[in-house]
């Protein structure tokens, strides 16, 4: 039951784009299926204020439909993260996020919603997309 799933990082659809602030998030992550609703993920991109984050965590999925050949689980992700300059001055905090996962066979997406922390983070939706290799 194991799966592993790669991403070449987040796009970035920010509530306030008027900011001037990277959509493309370029990077690269990784997810491992452990059991139906419980995933490991980690990785690193270049983040919305053009700085390098890192990034590992635990994703809890225990909702969970088919749809069209598709399944769509929902749930939180618990990460930690690194790199945000008017967050901690860059170093490392934890967050849980909202997350929906739709998945096929071989490619998928997981979509959550970065909320507005004044002076610390710019909201956004933040799409990822991903390609099972295992």
Known sequence: MPQVWLNPGIY???F???KGLRNNNIGFG???LLA???LLMGG???NSNGARTR???Y???PLHWQFSGFTI????ALGAFDGYPNYRNGAWFVAPLPLLAIEGKTFGANISLIPTVANRFDGALAIQIKMRVW
């Not at 689980?73 to 939180?76: L, V």
């Open 59 to 61: 994703e809890w999925r």
């Open 12 to 14: 970035s659809l920010h």
């Open 30 to 32: 990784g997810e491992v």
């Open 44 to 46: 690193s991109f270049i």
């Open 36 to 38: 139906r609703d419980h």
């Open 16 to 18: 306030d784009s008027g």
């Open 55 to 57: 990034y590992a965590g």
């Open 73 to 76: 689980g929902a749930g939180i």
